[in-house]
């Protein structure tokens, strides 16, 4: 996976599918390539740095710097930056010696992917260090032999004797000089990750998270596409980050036409200082580089996020079709309300159900009471476990909505401790949904969120928490940090986070936690490190879900997203769709309901029955299946279609927005199947060959209305 070529100083790394070539120059890191795998590590007279040539730029600047940095002439974006102790920012770093190692260890403080056998990777560390400042860094680089996934982390080291301030650290990949087209995922709340392509320039382009959560704008993802690069064709470079945070995530053209694609704490909102002998581990990134296209990102991306990022019990094991109150009472429930929709969630084949917000201190609305995790027990009519117990009694497990990270003006918790929110004195403290951020990077700040947590953890059979967050940082400042680290805060506030969510997690194996900010403003892989789900958006419209899945997709796998069924006229967006397409579009993550199921008529109450039931029967394969987008719903007049396969079949969802009267007949083409083995969905009368489903593809019915919708469960009935 890692050989090093001494002679020639050349790393040579070498995933399943990609390489990557580092080597020494003069000192410096070199980063040479990065792209389709290279057999060996014959390269002898490729490896030459442009010369300085008629330049008016030094021939620093043109050589492919793996870690560039303020030196020499270099004029780019920076990989790491430090306002050292002379109030300069030069810095040389210089290669000191590597390590090549089997396995990969986990970061200090932070979520990363892992290994579960050391010969599953190799890991390659890099020492560099400036001689004059003493700021040494060392790179980490993670190939695995089965995943086609660069991970890449960095910790700064301060080993000089004065001071300095760590002001931007960012992970950097290089790539071959072209011309491109960027993707992005653009957003808002309840508009999440919408797939952005535009041309690449000549300068540079960032996306970034200022929030104090990676949050609903801009996601920490960025790809750089050949040009016209498709679902299943063209060259994907691609990252992401491991954390929850601020991020900033870009590319940069520099003199010799070569793209650097950088992923990394955003420095607007981040510095440290860093006093000598002090260490910075710096967030895991992910690089993923895909010969075919963006289905080839997402079936690279897929199965590690599924399997080397999330963990624990629930990592591989079937997800409980759920029934949340949310959208079905808000704040206005009672113990009977609840029972009600719990006994129809039982009759039709519910396993979980879900107690969202308003149980707790006097939260009959939103302006209240976060902090005070305190039972409500006036309203659920007793004991929490009581309530608890009777759900079990119908046969379904319990779980219950949390939103941990903060706390209301309105609140015993607020009265007694003013300062434990994030502020800056003398200032408004401004308020979003009526509440405040806990400081999360005080220690007696997260013993509290520990404990108060746990206590109610403790108290009841809960097999699910729904952990939530439902505001970003303003004033984002700890009250407790002296001037010169102020802008520690926010990256203090993910350190505690993540101290809480290991040590709860590990508390309590056995339940499934789902993460959720106002939907999905902070799915990440941070985030899906402590909790394999996350609530992918408060927009639970059918339509506007073909377009929000879609996004995500490219880099999470359905089983990490929370995919509800909610009634019509639509909570969002006022839209109506027929009951059988919110069923369907469901199916394509965690799939559960999210309305007030003892109020729907008897057709749709069977409906949902008959959707439980297939749900059962397909989730492995819709769950542990690769699943590959067919049709783009940005591109194709809304159309969207999905497949979902595995061995034993092939699971297709074809979708579309409006009826056309005298429609073009349109094909989707299903991809990823056993060509010479036969396939049959006997509901629709279709027995074809994997070939013939491949090339010439299954024929996109006429539409019964808008918004209609198609299932194929086409059963592998005879094989190659
Ligand atoms: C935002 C979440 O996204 C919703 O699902 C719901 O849990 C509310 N918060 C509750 O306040």
Redesign the pocket.
Known sequence: MIHYNGDKAVFHLQGPTYSCLLGVRDGVLMQWYWGGKLPDDAVEGLLECPGEGASFDSAFSRQPLAVPTQEKGYMGQRAISVRNAAGDDVLSLRYQGHRIFPGKKPLQGLPSSYVEQEGEADTLEIDLKDALTGVAVTLRYTVYADYDVLARSMTVTNEGSEPFELTDAQSAMRLPAGRYELLHLKGAWARERQARRVPMGEGSFAVKSRRGASGHENSPFLAVLAPHTTENQGEVYAMTHVYSGSFSAGVDVGIDGAPVMMIGLCGDVFSWRMAPGETFQCPEALFVYAPDGLNGLSHRMHPFVRQRICRGQWRDQPRPILI?N?EATYFDFSFDKLLAIAKRGAEIGCELFVL???WFGKRDI?NCSLGDWVVNEKKIGGSLRHLAESIQELGMRFGL?F?PEMVSPDSDLYRAHPDWCLHVNGRERTEARHQLILDMGRREVQDYVLESVSAVLRSAPISYV?W?M?RNMMEGFSAALPPERRMESQHRYMLGLYRVLEEITSAFPEVLFES????GGRFDCGMLCYMPQT?TS?DTDACERTRIQYGTSLIYPCSTMGAHVSAVPNHQTGRITPFHTRCNVAMGGNFGF?LDLSRLSDEDLAEAKNAVAMVKALRATMQQGEYTRLLNPFESDGRAAWQFTDESRAVVCMYAPQQQPNPQPHRVRLAGLDAAATYADAAHGITASGAALMNLGLIFPEGRGDHDSWVYVLEKVSKS
């Open positions: 949340n949310w969202d917000d308003g939103d909505w939103e729904k939530d439902n959720c900010s106002g939907g609530w408060d999210e």
